[in-house]
């Protein structure tokens, strides 16, 4: 009896290493499955006005007017928890406005956004001398991530995040957990 015990104990222990963690959604914003693209707004912007999205990417510009503080961004894709992809693929460019004052000091050309917010619609404009369709995103909410992306931060780990947590009953986490 002792013996089947110390088995199903040991089984436990040995069986938990080889679990993998999944990812956490953040519990005050969740990213819809749904996501509408920066594609799709450019193409059929009357489609999508109204609808509430949740981009990301690198500032170009920032600017303060009298009753706005606008953001030209570099549009780069977020997982579902709304971190940048390595890939870093982009669909194109956005114009972010909010009412608050955001300072374009600290909100400088380089850093790195995430912009939750409504769909206005599209402003024409220009990149250099191109004609450009920017779509206009009334945000609610902008967080700085800074000059870039957290993920692109981590080193490659040959391991993944297996071993991010102390397991020493997997093996390859031996290394790094002494």
């Known amino acids: 009896m002792i013996k089947k015990f110390l088995i199903l104990i040991f089984g436990i222990f040995f069986f938990s290493g080889c679990t993998e963690k999944l990812p956490k959604l953040s519990k005050t914003e969740k990213i819809s499955q749904e996501r509408i693209s920066l594609y799709l707004v450019q193409q059929f912007p009357s489609s999508y006005k109204g609808q509430e999205v949740f981009w990301g990417g690198k500032i170009i510009s920032c600017s303060n007017k009298e009753k706005l503080t606008l953001f030209e961004v570099l ?87 297996r071993c991010s947590g102390w397991h020493p009953w997997v093996y390859p986490c031996w290394e790094k957990s002494w």
């Open 75 to 161: 549009e780069f894709a977020l997982d579902r928890e709304g971190n940048f992809k390595e890939e870093m693929v982009s669909e194109g460019r956005f114009v972010a406005e909010t009412s608050d004052f955001l300072d374009c000091a600290v909100y400088t050309p380089g850093k790195f956004i995430t912009v939750k917010g409504i769909v206005e619609g599209i402003r024409e404009g220009r990149i250099e001398e191109r004609p450009y369709k920017f779509p206009v995103i009334k945000a609610l909410k902008i967080n700085l991530v800074g000059n870039t992306p957290a993920k692109s931060l981590k080193e490659k780990d040959t391991l993944g995040d």
